[in-house]
């Protein structure tokens, strides 16, 4: 399997991060227990229903998001691979336009001939 398809489902990630698109991040992310999260300054989420929900809260309560991204490493080892970025983020919350940079890493899976995110960690960049 090649690193093409690994950014392949890590920009529909982020797409559907951007659309605020439930069903399309259902669609890349691995709906098992086994799935972690952890939001800028948030706690651990584990397993796809707490993964989902918070992504569901974020959706609910974001006016609008864009999310531009510089891919800083990409490694593919059998069925295990990871994606690591800066994420710049220019969103509406509450009324107001923030604007902010993570480092992110996103590890996907192999399953059945398909790559998964298994795992999202953000982390802010303090300025």
């Not at 509450?94 to 996907?108: D, K, P």
Request: one cysteine or more; charged letters at 20%.
């Amino acid at each position: 399997m090649t690193s093409d398809e690994v950014l392949a489902v890590n920009t529909a990630f982020y797409r559907a991060f951007e659309k605020k698109d439930i069903e399309a991040m259902s669609l890349v992310w691995s709906q098992g227990t086994g799935s972690t999260c952890i939001h800028p300054g948030r706690n651990v989420l584990r397993g796809w229903k707490e993964v989902k929900y918070s992504w569901e809260q974020i959706f609910k309560n974001t006016a609008y998001i864009e999310v531009n991204l510089d891919i800083i490493s990409t490694e593919v080892n059998d069925n295990i691979a990871y994606v690591i970025l800066r994420e710049n983020i220019l969103q509406v919350f509450r009324g107001q336009r923030l604007e902010a940079q993570s480092i992110a890493t996103n590890v996907f899976q192999l399953l059945g001939g398909k790559w998964y995110i298994i795992h999202h960690h953000g982390s802010p960049i303090m300025r």
